[in-house]
């Protein structure tokens, strides 16, 4: 089987977080091929959730799309919404053609419709894609990673891609594009967002959610992350939440950020917790010094805040209770 047919047939499962080095051959191809269809799907990632999602290849998030700095991408979307949609390539240096903006650089693709997209991606590093549509497309779940990788950097010991998202009341999104919703911010104590409110006040435009998910699953049943004593760890995180800033904690460890948007920083920066804002993505690395389980998760004053973790673990820790962050 070829590369392309390859990747063909399995660019769609997200829930497994781990990036692989890839092969020599791999990084000689010049054109990398993927296949995305968007479809209605009922997403359940926590128990008493069947949330009337849209996804691209039945996964919320989408696929992990990867290649590397200076390959071609080609991808080849199907539209089976029942609305009009197209993919933006956020982040990214491209032809305007490509851009994905309906009735700007392209005219929306319709219901049972397919458009090509092909482009060399720049610049390298953690970037994302999503529905650029009017009918919330991107809220309900069509969104993922694309990770451009760069040759030059260092190699990490182990990778992982973690899309942190979360599932809506649509109630309260209809409300707060109106301008009149009542739910209310859930950002941790002490943070920013949190320091310039008083007391039960309302902004009218926040969003209430009823589950919170990294790759498409809500701990306890995300998965864990297998690392081993002495590795260095690269971690690629998304916040795919369309309107909230994510706090994300790493116990018993600091992460150093590397990268932001997809962009190396001028010098790492090295953090007890990361603040991710909409749509942004960080690069963040640490060291495993010693075996253990640890919650990597998100913080807030959300009561199912519980929810956004996933267990980073050493081998024969598989039955301890991972050791976690106050919230």
């Known amino acids: 089987?070829?590369?392309?047919?390859?990747?063909?047939?399995?660019?769609?499962?997200?829930?497994?977080?781990?990036?692989?080095?890839?092969?020599?051959?791999?990084?000689?191809?010049?054109?990398?091929e993927y296949a995305l269809t968007a479809a209605p799907l009922t997403f359940a990632p926590a128990p008493g959730?069947?949330?009337?999602?849209?996804?691209?290849?039945?996964?919320?998030?989408?696929?992990l799309l990867?290649?590397?700095?200076?390959?071609?991408?080609?991808?080849?979307?199907?539209?089976?919404?029942?609305?009009?949609?197209?993919?933006?390539?956020?982040?990214?240096?491209?032809?305007?053609?490509?851009d994905g903006v309906p009735d700007v650089t392209q005219a929306p693709v319709p219901h049972g419709g397919s458009f090509?997209?092909?482009?060399?991606?720049?610049?390298?590093?953690?970037?994302?894609?999503?529905?650029?549509?009017?009918?919330?497309g991107a809220v309900r779940g069509l969104f993922g990673m694309f990770v451009v990788d760069d040759p030059s950097e260092p190699r990490a010991d182990?990778?992982?891609?973690?899309?942190?998202?979360?599932?809506?009341?649509?109630?309260?999104?209809?409300?707060a594009m109106a301008g009149s919703s009542s739910a209310p911010m859930i950002d941790p104590a002490g943070s920013p967002e949190m320091a310039e409110m008083v007391p039960d006040d309302r902004m009218g435009d926040e969003v209430s959610y009823r589950a919170h998910c990294i790759n498409g699953e809500s701990?306890?049943?995300?998965?864990?992350?297998?690392?081993?004593?002495?590795?260095?760890?690269?971690?690629r995180i998304l916040n795919a939440n369309p309107t909230q800033t994510r706090y994300v904690r790493l116990a018993g460890h600091r992460l150093t950020v590397t990268h932001g948007d997809g962009n190396p920083l001028e010098r790492p920066v090295d953090v007890d917790a990361l603040?991710?804002?909409?749509?942004?993505?960080?690069?963040?690395?640490?060291?495993v010094t010693k075996p253990g389980a640890w919650l990597l998760q998100g913080i807030s004053s959300d009561p199912l805040a519980f929810e956004q973790a996933v267990v980073v673990r050493t081998p024969g820790m598989e039955n301890a209770s991972p050791q976690s962050s106050s919230q």
Do not use: K
């Open 1 to 32: 089987m070829n590369r392309a047919a390859f990747l063909r047939r399995s660019a769609g499962v997200m829930a497994v977080a781990s990036i692989a080095p890839l092969s020599e051959r791999a990084r000689a191809s010049e054109l990398v």
């Open 49 to 63: 959730i069947a949330f009337p999602a849209l996804a691209y290849n039945g996964r919320v998030p989408g696929p």
């Open 66 to 98: 990867r290649v590397v700095h200076g390959q071609r991408v080609r991808v080849l979307y199907r539209n089976l919404t029942a609305v009009a949609t197209t993919v933006h390539w956020h982040g990214m240096v491209l032809p305007n053609a490509m």
């Open 116 to 136: 090509l997209y092909e482009f060399a991606p720049e610049p390298s590093g953690t970037r994302w894609y999503h529905d650029h549509g009017m009918m919330l």
């Open 158 to 175: 182990r990778e992982f891609a973690l899309v942190f998202h979360d599932v809506p009341d649509m109630r309260s999104v209809r409300a």
């Open 219 to 235: 701990y306890p049943a995300t998965q864990s992350l297998t690392v081993n004593v002495g590795e260095r760890v690269r971690l």
């Open 275 to 287: 603040r991710i804002g909409v749509a942004e993505r960080y690069d963040a690395w640490f060291e």
